[in-house]
């Protein structure tokens, strides 16, 4: 079972990271937003019909946000994942 999870992640990472490049899509290194994920209904031969990232069943339960909370929500979580740099490197440190 973990190695299913594994080639599952492996498989997201490499369509996220160009081996699927939807028009408009823009790598996070290049320009493009972090945290931005590109759709992936339709793609991989007709075999994933509905979006893996925000299928429609979930939708009642999160609602659309704006342009400015979708960039607070991204400024927020580059924060939070500076934090845990630093507290992991400060746990490191300490224990050197």
């Known amino acids: 079972a973990k190695f299913q999870i594994l080639v599952f992640i492996g498989m997201l990472e490499s369509y996220g990271e160009g081996a699927g ?12 937003l972090p945290g931005y994920f590109p759709p992936i209904a ?12 925000k299928p429609q069943f979930i939708e009642p339960f999160f609602p659309v946000q704006s342009d400015a909370e979708k960039a607070r929500g991204r400024q927020v979580e580059i924060n939070n994942g500076r934090l845990a740099q630093i507290g992991i490197l400060s746990l490191l440190s300490e224990s050197a």
């Open 21 to 32: 490049s939807p028009e408009g899509y823009v790598h996070y290194t290049k320009g493009g």
């Open 42 to 53: 339709g793609g991989g031969g007709g075999q994933i019909s509905f979006n893996l990232f």
